[in-house]
């Protein structure tokens, strides 16, 4: 089991932190998403993550990685 941390600036509420989740949840691999929008943080768990499958599952959501 692997984590992941990604800075992702743009979220801002709820249906940001929704919109993230729903996108790297469907990533192969991926056990478990944690969003803090205080930080704009997201915390991927999973096993062989795909760093580049992630980044792309969160510009999929409509936001950019820091």
């Known amino acids: ?3 992941n941390l990604y800075t992702v600036p743009g979220m801002s509420c709820s249906h940001c932190e929704a919109a993230v989740k729903l996108e790297i949840l469907a ?3 991926v056990n478990a998403v944690v969003v803090d929008l205080e930080t704009k943080r997201v915390e991927v ?3 062989d993550l795909d760093d580049g499958a992630i980044r792309l599952a969160i510009e999929k959501a409509g936001y950019e990685v820091a």
């Open 1 to 3: 089991m692997s984590q």
């Open 27 to 29: 990533v192969s691999g």
């Open 45 to 47: 768990t999973g096993v």
